[in-house]
């Protein structure tokens, strides 16, 4: 069973444009949702991240989007760049405890 | 130091040779997590310490995977009689005991089985 569902698989987006990626999650005892964001050849870095008891998070051009009742939650990346170009991985954790991570998204940013 | 490092970055290994992966958490971090990340996909958690404690190894995918932190500070990731299917990067993780939820990682290890 997998505990944390993401889509799409991947991305394709305009400069300047949004970029929305979604996941959904099974254990309603999950607390803590992080973003990731992985370069080739590098491990996944930390972007964002929100407790369920919070319906949005915003941190510059990133957004988490959180509807505990759905049991879903989304990246929303504002203006995006081609720098943003990478893999991105949404997580779940309980109790600071180990991390379940979605397949992730395969954003593209065109110039 | 830094951040978290891991050596070696890359390791060829024939089938049936074990392997040894080394993880340096951030200094200070009491917790350390490893993670299995196939081509492709997200990682996937195997064994979590704190401090010298191993509390959870429910990951860990056979007996051939054993993992230490004698310490409490660098762990080591060791697999025995390496298969074609332990092909994967394997990373660390470690998280302080304040903003303990927060996971910082390494660049991994790629691990190639031959």
């Known amino acids: 069973q997998q505990q944390v569902k993401q889509s799409p698989q991947s991305l394709i987006v305009q400069k300047g444009g949004i970029s929305i990626i979604n996941c959904a999650y099974e254990?309603?005892?999950?607390?803590?949702f992080p973003w990731y964001q992985q370069f080739p050849g590098k491990g996944p870095a930390l972007l964002i991240a929100i407790r369920p008891d919070v319906s949005e998070k915003k941190e510059g051009r990133f957004t988490i989007s959180f509807n505990k009742s759905a049991k879903q939650f989304s990246l929303h990346i504002m203006d995006s760049q081609p720098g943003d170009s990478a893999t991105y991985f949404c997580?779940?954790?309980?109790?600071?405890?180990?991390?379940?991570f979605g397949d992730g998204t395969t954003l593209t940013v065109k110039p | 130091g830094a951040g978290v490092s891991q050596s070696p970055r890359y390791k060829v290994a024939k089938r049936g040779q074990d392997v040894a992966l080394r993880c340096d958490p951030i200094s200070g971090h009491v917790s350390l997590f490893w993670y299995q990340q196939a081509l492709g996909q997200g990682p996937e958690f195997l064994t979590y310490f704190q401090n010298e404690a191993q509390l959870d190894k429910s990951g860990l995918p056979s007996d051939r995977f054993f993992a230490e932190r004698p310490e409490g500070s660098v762990s080591t990731l060791k697999i025995q009689r390496t298969q074609q299917e332990d092909s994967a990067v394997y990373l660390c993780a470690s998280s302080s005991g304040t903003l303990k939820e927060t996971q910082y990682f390494g660049p991994g290890t790629r691990l190639l089985v031959l």
């Open positions: 254990n309603t005892a999950f607390d803590y």
């Open positions: 997580a779940a954790s309980f109790n600071a405890g180990k991390s379940t």
